[in-house]
């Protein structure tokens, strides 16, 4: 299937899950996660009228970065304390933070607010990253200093299962979460935002209320 097809399937399925939860498409941002595939490809991706692109890896991300533009870049994976250098200022939204350590790193890097998305442990999987739900308000809260961060909402991964009540029950809690932080009204974190769907769960996502869906194998890169 041709990167067209793909693209108009997702769109297809997307739209569906969207009116099985009665949302409106236009609430959701679909991210091309594009990882292990080229620039050239990547560019691809843009053609098709995707405006969102992901990247978890520094080094691949500033050059896709220097040749890509009119875009907004999510940084979606984990970063180092000194990479945050190599990649602050140049990325629109991370999806990761956890670590006072990185948020401090990129108050310091950066010369705008960046839009961040805190990762939370919804699931308590250690082989995930992430705030714990007991610390999340706290460490929100911290973050009240760093002028240049802003928390536009969560962001978690449930586990790789075909249990639909698992995984929902993942994302469920998440919107529980960002409905309290929301709640709190701090001007630092508005938390709109839910970064919570991947290829194999974006429809059991936007059933639970999902804004950011982060896409990659389903439509870029299918053979992985």
Known sequence: MTLDRRYRKLQE???AACG???RDVSELTLIAVTKYVTIDETKKVKALGISDLGEN????AQEKIEAIKDVAWHFIGPLQ?????????????FHALDRMK?????NKRRSSPLNCFIQVNISGEATKGGVEQEALQAFVESLSSLENIRIVGLM???????DESLVRGVFKELRRCCDHIKSLELPHAPCDYLSMGMSNDFEWAILE?????RIGSTLVNPER
């Not at 990185?102 to 990129?106: N, W």
């Open 20 to 22: 099985k939860a009665q």
């Open 81 to 93: 304390s000194r990479k945050v250098k190599e990649i602050a200022e140049k990325i629109d939204y």
């Open 102 to 106: 990185i948020a401090k790193e990129l």
């Open 209 to 213: 209320g999902a804004t950011h869906l």
């Open 57 to 60: 890896r520094v080094k691949e």
């Open 13 to 15: 399925d997307i739209k």
């Open 156 to 162: 978690t991964m449930a586990p790789h299962s075909t």
